[in-house]
């Protein structure tokens, strides 16, 4: 699909969330729900944030008809509130991270007394200087362990993953490689192997390298240690550092290149995760 301009995609992304929030709810009256999910996005990340944003919603409205969870989206990160979250079994971060000391010190308690969360991408993304810095201790080098982002690559490429631990819930169904969606893969500043409260449950296999096409040629990575997927062993939560599909940006169209959920093998993992912090797995 393309969009001409960057006001025309972020109306369809929430023209169909609409859509998609009003068919879970009519879906979960009519049949029951076991757990419930709320999704944080915001509308002003860039496009190729926003298409992974609809992407997802979509995606995670059909995978909560079929498995029996409810799916709310919010754009209003000021119902990051205990009020508010008391609601919901499991909070999922589509992009971004909320701003403001009231919504991050009600994540915080959300997240100690038991809830449970799911990440995407850039809602690990901390850089100093910038629009995000990092200004979040707990957040960042507690919850997630990865501290600020430190690189990545490009453009969003395809890479083979290695499951490390196929015992977890998220991963028990996997096999030891697979060909994950193209990504814009990242590194961090922190080292999450040293960190004893992080558990790495999927990193870059050396088979993937090189990866990236650059055209900088930092953006292609040749070895090293790449963590993707991992959970920090005091909370119920998980990290996954995909989202961000590809976009024709050069020709101004920003048609969708590539689609984060067109792996099956992903997919899987992504659903096991969100029932094993909804606590039916």
Do not use: C
């Amino acid at each position: 699909m393309i969009f001409r301009n960057r006001k025309m995609f972020i109306g369809r992304v929430a023209l169909m969330l609409t859509f998609l929030l009003i068919f879970s709810s009519i879906y979960a009256r009519k049949n029951g729900t076991k757990f419930s999910v709320i999704a944080f996005y915001s509308a002003h990340n860039e496009s190729a944030h926003l298409s992974f944003v609809y992407e997802a919603s979509r995606w995670f409205g059909e995978m909560g008809a079929k498995n029996r969870f409810s799916l709310d989206t919010t754009s209003n990160w000021s119902n990051l509130n205990m009020e508010f979250l008391a609601k919901f079994d499991v909070v999922i971060f589509l992009g971004t991270r909320p701003e403001k000391p009231e919504q991050r010190a009600a994540f915080e308690q959300y997240m100690k007394n038991g809830g449970a969360w799911m990440g995407f991408h850039f809602a690990g993304f901390a850089l100093t200087p910038s629009a995000f810095p990092q200004n979040w201790d707990w957040y960042h080098n507690e919850f997630l362990g990865s501290g600020e982002y430190k690189g990545n690559t490009w453009r969003p490429t395809s890479a083979i993953l290695r499951v490390e631990n196929r015992k977890h819930p998220a991963t028990k169904h996997l096999p030891v490689t697979y060909k994950a969606s193209a990504n814009e893969w990242y590194s961090w500043k922190n080292d999450l192997r040293k960190n004893p409260d992080i558990e790495v449950l999927a990193s870059i296999d050396k088979s993937s390298f090189p990866l990236g096409t650059g055209p900088k040629l930092w953006e292609i990575w040749h070895s090293g240690d790449y963590p993707v997927v991992w959970t920090n062993k005091n909370y119920r939560m998980i990290y996954f550092n995909m989202g961000h599909n590809d976009l024709d940006f050069e020709s101004g169209t920003n048609k969708e290149l590539s689609f984060t959920f067109e792996s099956s093998v992903q997919n899987k993992m992504i659903l096991d995760a969100v029932l094993w912090l909804g606590k039916k797995l």
